[in-house]
């Protein structure tokens, strides 16, 4: 059996606050295996954001270990964190981030450029990517040329083009209308029924529904952790009880 993608032990994080410290984290434990689909939830100020940075080597904690894909990764330096984000986790966000004037495929590009992939197997790959997203026809249109579906279609091509053992999720349908979030949650499931791992943060039941797995934060720490009995078919109107 493989071992845990992601375990986390005794997870803490405070942040200066005036004259006093605020507590985001206040030991938390989460252990990931490969191939999972989980979904991170919580009110506001519960540490859903907070934990999120800390999977994503963005951030690291006041106390606790973190070992990601073999690594402990709470006492690197900033590049040697730099160096597991580029080569450990594709990012997918609410805003896209896309590089507003440059195209699609080379928006994709991005990640192998700083693992000396040479440039036409960038290329490639890139190409390959879009591809697998459905938007050969786009790959030369830059982000203002494309749709909000289209424009997360090409932000997950991007996560996905460096072949990172984790996707890493925030928001991913905040900013698209129903119809077309339902199509990227279609491409998580497919991505993830290949064999991608799979965090993901969301405030929406519905969106959380289609994991595999809820791990639920209030106050700092972690209230619930539970499979999602039945992925949710899309379409369907029901959610399962796990989620609510």
């Not at 490969?34 to 080597?57: F, N, Q, R």
Request: proline content about 7%; some cysteine; glycine content about 8%.
């Amino acid at each position: 059996m493989a071992d845990p993608l992601i375990v986390m032990q005794g997870i803490q994080k405070a942040f200066p606050l005036g004259d006093q410290v605020y507590v985001a984290l206040r030991g938390v434990d989460l252990v990931v295996e490969p191939g999972e689909y989980v979904a991170i939830m919580g009110p506001s100020g519960s540490g859903k954001s907070t934990l999120m940075s800390l999977i994503g080597c963005l951030d690291r904690p006041t106390a606790g270990t973190y070992q990601l894909a073999g690594t402990r990764v709470d006492a690197l330096d900033d590049d040697q964190l730099a160096g597991v984000r580029n080569q450990t986790i594709g990012f997918v966000f609410q805003n896209f981030f896309l590089l507003p004037n440059v195209p699609a495929v080379e928006n994709v590009e991005l990640p192998l450029l700083y693992t000396g992939v040479p440039p036409a197997e960038r290329r490639r790959r890139a190409r390959e990517a879009l591809e697998q997203m459905g938007l050969a026809h786009v790959m030369d249109h830059a982000p203002h040329q494309l749709s909000g579906g289209q424009q997360q279609r090409v932000a997950i091509a991007r996560a996905i083009v460096n072949r990172p053992p984790l996707i890493l999720a925030d928001e991913p349908t905040g900013a698209l209308d129903t119809k077309t979030s339902e199509e990227i949650l279609r491409l998580f499931e497919q991505l993830n029924d290949a064999g991608h791992t799979i965090v993901m943060v969301t405030h929406e039941p519905d969106v959380a529904a289609h994991a595999k797995r809820l791990v639920r934060l209030r106050d700092g720490l972690v209230e619930a952790d539970q499979a999602i009995a039945g992925r949710r078919v899309l379409g369907q109107e029901a959610v399962p009880d796990a989620v609510h």
